[in-house]
């Protein structure tokens, strides 16, 4: 048994369509989770029957107490609203309850065409779900708010998209598919009632210290997530990762990241990076998450106007003034991020200017990102290295090592610090663009295997970790992600 249960369907039938996923002709399991199927009690129920996993994974066949639904939502895409998105083509199995006791989605995605397709064939195609696995386990490991997948399952179809590609479907596991968006999706419509409900049902799944009974109840619950939402960009730009589609049907409630589509990592420093390819005019740059976050949230707090007060001035005041505080509460988070990237421990004069004038120089030097914070942390104890980063960084590298030789707490607790905030190896794209082609060429999946190995170990140093830390010879100045649908 998996215990599915199937709470967000009790919410009634204006937030979702029943849906049963399309069947596929030969589904075969290629990649699956099983630390993550481990942690949500699914391994006993599917130990060694990977014709049983591929089956329910694919949706050929339910699992016992399965209710599947695509779930309704609106959302504003580069800043234009799109008032019926919804899931074109993913279905919602249900929820399980990890070892924990906490509430998790699983669900479907490429898994055939519902109401909300829009004429989309409802399918995916087997580099995007590989893409997807990588990337969301890489980020895990990394230590970054995140959902992450189960099971990649091959179709034994075909897909076109630019050509015809291997399909596959993907699971993938979130702590909810709650988005700004669905949000959104009750308030354009007027639904007060649903609104009430959607509030109190994310209230109790993701912040029940809040109460539905609160008086403030959707101040506490908007500070909650804007508090969220800082945390999952601070964690972004710590490692480098650009979304590349920060749109509000993108921006799940619950804090973590969602849709790995055109997603990338960014190598050389430059706050504009963009390597989406529909982001013509780098609206979701590296440098512009913060901002972007922001803008959500305000989308967000326009919905939940009428339920703060009921004089719409109080109200739009009260929302006002708690969003002015995010760019105080960011600045804060974004500065002590880099100061343990930077192994700066306590109160450090100066902190802030060191910390903007690495990133001025890495701007002007065109430096790689990654590679410069790992070198930083080796400098420590690599004397060699220590003076190749002084020729590199010129005098900001002594500044620097001065305030770690008089941190009371010594240079070895700062280089823990950094080592557990400066990975030594992230998804570079190149090899990730290497890894998918491997895959769809052989219908295999050894080359993605080995990579994950090394992504689930992003601050250690294996065998193979050199294998993976070479940067791209172009500087990634041609790549181009797209969004994969």
Known sequence: MLNFSNTYAQLGDEFYQRVRPTPVAKPELLMFNRELAESLGLNEALQDHSDLIASYFSGNELPEGCDPIALAYSGHQFGHMNPQLGDGRAHLLGEVLDNDGKRFDIQLKGSGPTRYSRQGDGRCALGPAIREFLMSEAMHALGVPTSRCLAVVATGESVYRDRSRPGAIVTRVAASHIRVGTFQ???????????????????NRHFPE??????????????????????????????????????????????????????????????GTVYSSIDEHGRYAFGNQPSIALWNITRLAECLVSLIDNDEKTAVDLAQSLLQEYNVRFETAYFDMFAKKLGLIGSVPNSHELIVDLLAKMKDKQLDY????????????DNILAEEMKTELGSWYESWRACIDNC????????????????????RNH???AVLLACEETGRTEAADELLKVLRSPYKTLTETLNYQDLPEDGDRYYRTFCGT
Request: with cysteine; net charge negative.
């Open 431 to 433: 090899h990730i663009e």
């Open 185 to 203: 999706y009750f308030a354009i419509r007027g639904q007060q009632e649903s609104l009430t409900k959607l509030l109190d049902y994310t209230i």
């Open 408 to 427: 009371e707490e010594g240079s070895d607790c700062a280089e823990k610090q950094m080592a557990s905030n400066n990975p030594v190896v992230i998804p």
């Open 370 to 381: 990654t590679h410069t914070f790992a070198r930083l942390t080796q400098s420590l104890h």
């Open 210 to 271: 809040i109460g539905v009974d609160a008086e403030d109840k959707v101040l506490r619950f908007l500070e909650a997530v804007m508090a969220r939402q800082i945390t999952l960009i601070v964690e972004w730009m710590r490692v480098g990762f650009i979304h590349g589609v920060m749109n509000t049907d993108n921006t799940l409630i619950c804090g973590d990241t969602i849709d790995y589509g055109p997603c990338a990592m960014m190598g050389t420093y430059h706050p």
